[in-house]
């Protein structure tokens, strides 16, 4: 599976805001209070299918922007993101 320019789009916003995090996961509330939930402009539902679908592709998410969290971080933080939107 590929991921889509939107999907790319949803999944660089995620990434941005932890990039210079040192544990990406314990940033997640600062993630949702300052750029997830104000800037929510679609479903959570697409946000979930980006998620979804970048976890199920073989692409190197980590590569979306530069940053020095390694693929495991970003798949682990993305997963954990995923499941507070559910």
Do not use: C, W
Request: glycine share 4%; hydrophobic share 40%.
């Amino acid at each position: 599976m590929r991921l889509d320019n939107q999907g790319r789009a949803i999944l660089r916003m995620l990434i941005y805001p932890i990039q210079f995090s040192a544990n990406p996961v314990e940033a997640i509330d600062h993630v949702f209070d300052y750029r997830v939930l104000p800037g929510l402009t679609d479903t959570p539902q697409h946000y979930l299918d980006a998620i979804d679908d970048g976890l199920e592709s073989k692409e190197q998410l980590s590569l979306l922007i530069p940053q020095n969290h390694s693929e495991s971080v970003i798949r682990n933080y993305l997963s954990a993101v995923g499941q507070r939107l559910r």
